[in-house]
């Protein structure tokens, strides 16, 4: 797939530490225009349970994405299959989701809905290395399941997407 083809899964860390952060609307407004225009053009998406979760916050980022021209896609059979299938890969996937705290609990429908379009997962979680850890992040099981993972600048580089900067 040529990257000016590839459609992207979008996880909810990249929209909310992009908010809060790096590219706060009031200093980066091109940025969120770029998720507009990649949304209308069915390159980027967001599983439904990551909409869920950032629509939680009820903040101005929420209300950005009720707006947005970025595609919630719904769970499906497929969907769910792959999910299923990403459980049965490994007994360690399982902690992707922290029950016990009720975090990432969109982080395997991100990885199944990228198996299900044939997209690439981008995400701001690192991948770990510690074999005796007890928590597995998104590039791991991607790894696994042979998704592609990036992160939200290694797709802002792919798509070629620059920004500049001006004083008023």
């Known amino acids: 797939m040529s990257f000016d083809q590839a459609r992207?899964?979008?996880?909810?860390?990249?929209?909310?530490?992009a908010w809060?952060?790096?590219y706060s609307p009031k200093l980066c407004p091109s940025y969120w225009e770029v998720?507009?225009?990649?949304?209308?053009?069915?390159?980027?998406?967001?599983?439904?349970?990551?909409?869920?979760?950032?629509?939680?916050?009820?903040d101005q980022l929420a209300a950005w994405?009720?707006?947005?021209?970025?595609?919630?896609?719904?769970?499906?059979?497929?969907?769910?299959?792959?999910?299923s299938a990403i459980l049965a890969k490994d007994p360690k996937h399982q902690f992707l989701v922290d029950n016990t705290?009720?975090?990432?609990?969109?982080?395997?429908?991100v990885i199944a809905h990228a198996m299900t379009?044939?997209?690439v997962v981008v995400t701001k979680?690192?991948?770990?290395?510690?074999?005796n850890s007890d928590r597995i992040k998104i590039p791991n099981v991607c790894e696994a399941m042979n998704?592609?993972?990036?992160?939200d600048f290694e797709m802002l580089e792919e798509l070629g997407i620059k920004f500049s900067c001006t004083v008023e």
């Open 35 to 58: 998720l507009n225009k990649l949304g209308a053009q069915g390159r980027l998406f967001i599983p439904a349970e990551v909409s869920k979760e950032i629509k939680k916050g009820q």
């Open 8 to 17: 992207y899964c979008i996880d909810a860390n990249v929209l909310i530490q």
């Open 65 to 83: 994405l009720e707006s947005s021209n970025i595609v919630v896609r719904p769970i499906t059979g497929p969907v769910t299959q792959n999910w």
């Open 117 to 119: 379009e044939s997209a």
């Open 101 to 109: 705290k009720g975090r990432s609990l969109a982080d395997p429908w």
């Open 125 to 131: 979680e690192e991948k770990l290395t510690a074999a």
């Open 147 to 151: 998704v592609r993972c990036i992160t």
């Open 20 to 22: 809060q952060k790096y």
